[in-house]
């Protein structure tokens, strides 16, 4: 079982950067999808923001097209931390960020693909 565990989340300013991090601990395969997901403010569910593949070779990354452009997702795969790099963040971006992971090759873009997650951390934009 894999254990995630989010931090780096707080209040900014619309227009400002912020770095999230992930730390993975257990057992992870090669073959998994690192992900971050956003529930908004009264959100029921949670959204798909960026998603990378673990595999040591791969480095495919997908984006929603809301942060494309803004936000980075990366990882330092020896650590075990998926990272998520934001920028010109909007009150729009606020939410709770989740960290989840899934079986790969592929990984899907719905909550219900991904099988463990973090707790999350809180991320607020102000305008």
């Known amino acids: 079982q894999v254990h995630l565990v989010e931090s780096g989340g707080k209040l900014v300013q619309a227009g400002g950067s912020l770095r999230l991090s992930c730390a993975a601990s257990?057992?992870?395969?090669?073959?998994?999808?690192m992900a971050w997901f956003r529930q908004a403010p009264g959100g029921k569910e949670r959204e798909f923001v960026a998603?990378?593949?673990?595999?040591?070779?791969?480095?495919?990354?997908a984006y929603d097209d809301f942060v494309k452009g803004r936000f980075t997702v990366s990882g330092d795969k020896a650590k075990k931390i998926l990272y998520l790099d934001m920028r010109m963040l909007k009150p729009e971006d606020s939410g709770v960020y989740y960290c989840?992971?899934?079986?790969?090759?592929?990984?899907?873009?719905?909550?219900?693909?991904?099988?463990?997650w973090g707790q999350g951390t809180q991320v607020t934009v102000s305008s």
């Open positions: 998603g990378m593949a673990w595999a040591p070779n791969s480095g495919g990354m």
């Open positions: 989840a992971c899934a079986p790969g090759p592929t990984g899907g873009r719905t909550e219900y693909d991904y099988n463990d």
């Open positions: 257990g057992l992870l395969g090669n073959d998994l999808i």
